[in-house]
T-cell receptor, first 112, second 111 residues
Framework: DVKVTQSSRYLVKRTGEKVFLECVQD?????MFWYRQDPGLGLRLIYF???????EKGDIPEGYSVSREKKERFSLILESASTNQTSMYLC???????????FGQGTRLTVV | DAKTTQPPSMDCAEGRAANLPCNHS???????VYWYRQIHSQGPQYIIH???NNETNEMASLIITEDRKSSTLILPHATLRDTAVYYC????????????FGKGITLSVRP
């Protein structure tokens, strides 16, 4: 079975902290994605990557950056966390030419 | 990628078929229709996809109209565990393309 693992299920950080959310997949997928999910707004794409060291902005990249140094790992970085970044963050991966994506269980981040 | 329109919610009785509609009137010839669902507190799960022919797998059936401007996901015998948000997505396959979700339709299966 494909496994997409997010490093934390719950995270509490202070305003202004630098936050790293880690995602690892074990199926040699080229594509990886980061989303955030908020009540009433659905899933919104923050960034995605289709290869090592490659990244593309999604619909709401402001306030975030990403890193993909290895194929299996895709990190989401909040340079200076703010309270409006309190959300559920979901990571996904897929093969390059397929749209069947596999999701992790999510990280619920609270910024206080 | 073309946009999709889904009603915000619907319900059905346990054991009955659940028919979830999706409109995608601007779909282009090389775009597929994908369905995902998200059960509360879990990540979304792929269900099924199709181009123009009807498709069936162990989870559901996908009926795409002849003009491809709309589709219906059918859960033939809904159970309480099918209560979830269902997302209809239209997308080309291939590299360098976003996978974008809308707000989906909330299906509530009642006992």
């Amino acid at each position: 079975d494909v496994k997409v693992t997010q490093s934390s299920r719950y995270l509490v950080k202070r305003t202004g902290e630098k936050v790293f959310l880690e995602c690892v997949q074990d199926m040699d997928h080229e594509n990886m994605f980061w989303y955030r999910q908020d009540p009433g707004l659905g899933l919104r794409l923050i960034y995605f990557s289709y290869d090592v060291k490659m990244k593309e902005k999604g619909d709401i990249p402001e306030g975030y950056s990403v890193s993909r140094e290895k194929k299996e790992r895709f990190s989401l970085i909040l340079e200076s966390a703010s309270t409006n970044q309190t959300s559920m963050y979901l990571c996904a991966s897929s093969l390059l030419v397929k749209t069947e994506a596999f999701f992790g269980q999510g990280t619920r981040l609270t910024v206080v | 990628d073309a946009k999709t329109t889904q009603p915000p919610s619907m319900d059905c009785a346990e054991g009955r078929a659940a028919n979830l509609p999706c409109n995608h009137s601007t779909i282009s010839g090389n775009e597929y229709v994908y369905w995902y669902r998200q059960i509360h507190s879990q990540g979304p799960q792929y269900i099924i996809h199709g181009l123009k022919n009807n498709e069936t797998n162990e989870m559901a059936s996908l009926i795409i109209t002849e003009d491809r401007k709309s589709s219906t996901l059918i859960l033939p015998h809904a159970t309480l565990r099918d209560t979830a948000v269902y997302y209809c997505i239209v997308k080309k396959t291939g590299a360098n393309s976003k996978l974008t979700f809308g707000k989906g339709i909330t299906l509530s299966v009642r006992p």
